[in-house]
């Protein structure tokens, strides 16, 4: 069974960083797509980033380019997102989740739609 769990949400100030993290079971790493998406209140869901299993390539929205760094331990089967300069817009809910379609972490970016399997989420606040 594919499994997600994001965790290392948190409350930070405005400048501050935090490291996600997306801890997957149940699956092939090397042959999926993780995408990290996140959903403020009152907004629909938004991509922020992804990597693919088998050759890193990876993609970020162009509100986080320069801030937000994702990598993977393909030995933990766990996606990192490095969130830094962070500020009150990044506040969300942010959402880890997993496809074998490799388009979503290309010409697809962002598109929620592709992804079969969701974790939790994780709360991100940030404070002016």
């Known amino acids: 069974e594919v499994q997600l769990q994001a965790s290392g949400g948190g409350l930070v100030q405005a400048g501050g960083s935090l490291i996600l993290s997306c801890a997957t079971s149940?699956?092939?790493?090397?042959?999926?797509?993780i995408g990290w998406f996140r959903q403020a209140p009152g907004k629909e869901r938004k991509g922020v980033s992804c990597?693919?299993?088998?050759?890193?390539?990876?993609h970020y929205g162009d509100a986080v380019k320069g801030r937000f760094t994702v990598t993977s331990d393909k030995a933990k089967k766990t996606v990192y997102l490095q969130m830094n300069n962070l500020n009150p817009e990044d506040t969300a809910v942010y959402y880890c989740?997993?496809?074998?379609?490799?388009?979503?972490?290309?010409?697809?970016?962002?598109?929620?739609?592709?992804?079969?399997?969701w974790g939790q989420g994780t709360l991100v606040t940030v404070s002016s």
């Open positions: 989740a997993a496809t074998n379609y490799r388009p979503a972490c290309g010409a697809a970016f962002g598109v929620s739609v592709y992804y079969e399997k």
């Open positions: 149940g699956f092939n790493f090397d042959e999926y797509v």
């Open positions: 990597i693919r299993g088998r050759d890193s390539n990876k």
